[in-house]
């Protein structure tokens, strides 16, 4: 029996750019992945001497040394966030991406066809599970247009929360921006992006949304300068502060030159901005 450490199987795999996780389980319970030449398991550990295949193609070890890339996308409502169009033929946010070279962009979470805004995209698997991890507490913002203006004691009750099928939503903060005749702005933040939460919490309180699109997850701010529907990369100090903050190991990754731009990153709580 072989005294080589192990890593589970689907992260072996996410960490290379193959998918996230969840995709990669995905990819084992169906067959796509081998081991040694033997179809892999699910919950399945490997260690540095084992030969991995994804469809026939080796994983090399040097895999691992990839380039790290970030993008962000100021997503266009009415697009779907999904690999494939659904059976209404509507455009998804993976269609205009660039291409990548036996790696797969991995979505940073999801935003629902009618939701516009930042959606952030990465190659590498474990920068993306950590970023969507409940347990690094990564709050999001949202800027919110509704029909009508919320009293100071709705306000409240959204920070307060409301249960809808036995799971309590809450909005962690909500401030006012301002508006005019019907339509009004609130900024609002969550902890974490479930499923319309902000519509279900609006709805409740009898006001109807809009508008809704997300300016910032975490510490990366929508940039003014993007277009709705474009996306841009995020340069490799942005990239290596983001990395650094979440403890993810740089030093095998290389980064590639950029032309110098605006810093896509705010101050937040952990984060160190300072060139390394």
Known sequence: MSDQPTQKLQKFLADRGFGSRREMERYILEGHVTVNGTVAHRGQRISAIDRVEVKGRRVSKADANMQVRVLIMNKAPGEIVSRKRDSQHRVTVFDTLPNLTHQRWISVGRLD??????????????????????????????????????????CQACCEGFEFDGVHHRISDIQYYGGSSSN???????????????RRVFEH????????????????????????????????ADVN????????????????????????????????????
Not at 120 to 143: K, Q
Not at 184 to 198: D, K, P, S
Not at 206 to 231: A, D
């Open 205 to 236: 309180l009898g006001l109807t949304i809009s508008r809704l699109k997300r300016v910032r997850f975490g510490p990366v701010i929508l940039p003014t300068r993007l277009r709705v529907g474009k996306y841009l990369e995020v340069s490799p």
């Open 241 to 276: 502060a983001l990395l650094r903050w979440l403890d993810i190991d740089t030093k095998a990754l290389s980064q590639p030159q950029f032309d110098k731009r605006d810093s896509c990153l705010i101050d937040y709580p952990g984060l160190d901005l300072k060139p390394q």
């Open 184 to 198: 009004h702005w609130y900024h609002v933040v969550l902890m974490e992006g479930r499923n319309r939460e902000i």
């Open 113 to 154: 066809v009618a939701t516009s805004g930042l959606l952030l995209f990465t190659n590498h698997g474990l920068l993306a599970h950590r970023l969507m991890h409940p347990s690094f507490v990564i709050d999001r913002e949202y800027a919110v247009r509704v029909f009508g203006k919320l009293s100071e004691e709705q």
